[in-house]
């Protein structure tokens, strides 16, 4: 099947596989394209991290309530929680990649549900519940790119100006220990030489 048939190269088989590839490259490109920008509008990594940890916590109180609800007892009830926190940590997750404006919001919630569920499931191992604290905190740390500012840029606020005045009074008191530290030391190197 050479060209020299009269055949064109896109006629052949190698040729129809490389068109038909590259369709299926493009349409994968833009595709992923899509799935980077819808990602670059939320906190990704912290809505993944709250869905994980919420399968964490939850997946913990599952393995054993089955058999104690069929058996019955207080503990029941105590897992039955354990696992509401985990749903609700996974549903944090969820919302936070629906509505990112609210982000800062669900994160907090999702971190004191994900600390909760200590006491009802530990924490999903405790691993569940790093995660979710670590997800939360990512939510709460989250910025749009729009308002973004430049910390170079924008004027310090109240609290940081008050920090730093509390911080210049903390240097001028430890300066002056020092000094009276030294000359405390040097009089003391003094009698010892003198005697």
């Not at 997946?59 to 985990?86: E, K, S």
């Not at 500012?149 to 008191?173: H, L, N, T």
Request: proline share 4%.
């Amino acid at each position: 099947m050479s060209p020299e048939n009269g055949q064109d190269e896109s006629d052949t088989r190698p040729g129809r596989v490389r068109s038909r590839l590259g369709g299926a490259s493009q349409w994968l490109g833009s595709r992923w394209g899509r799935f980077n920008a819808w990602r670059a509008g939320r906190p990704f990594l912290g809505g993944l991290l709250l869905c994980l940890a919420g399968v964490l916590i939850t997946w913990v109180p599952m393995q054993i309530l089955p058999d104690l609800a069929f058996i019955g007892g207080q503990m029941a009830g105590f897992l039955a929680i354990g696992a509401l926190f985990g749903v609700f940590v996974f549903l944090t997750g969820i919302y936070v990649l629906i509505k990112p404006a609210h982000a800062d919001v669900a994160g907090v919630v999702g971190t004191v549900l994900a600390i909760f569920s200590l006491f009802g499931s530990l924490g999903g191992l405790l691993v569940g519940m790093l995660l979710g604290i670590l997800g939360g905190n990512l939510c709460l740390a989250w910025k749009p790119r729009d308002e973004a500012v430049d910390d170079a840029v924008s004027e310090p606020s109240v609290v940081d100006k008050i920090a730093a005045r509390i911080d210049a009074g903390f240097a001028r008191v430890v300066g002056t220990i020092r000094l009276r530290c030294r000359a405390g030391i040097e009089r003391i190197k003094r009698r010892g030489t003198d005697e």
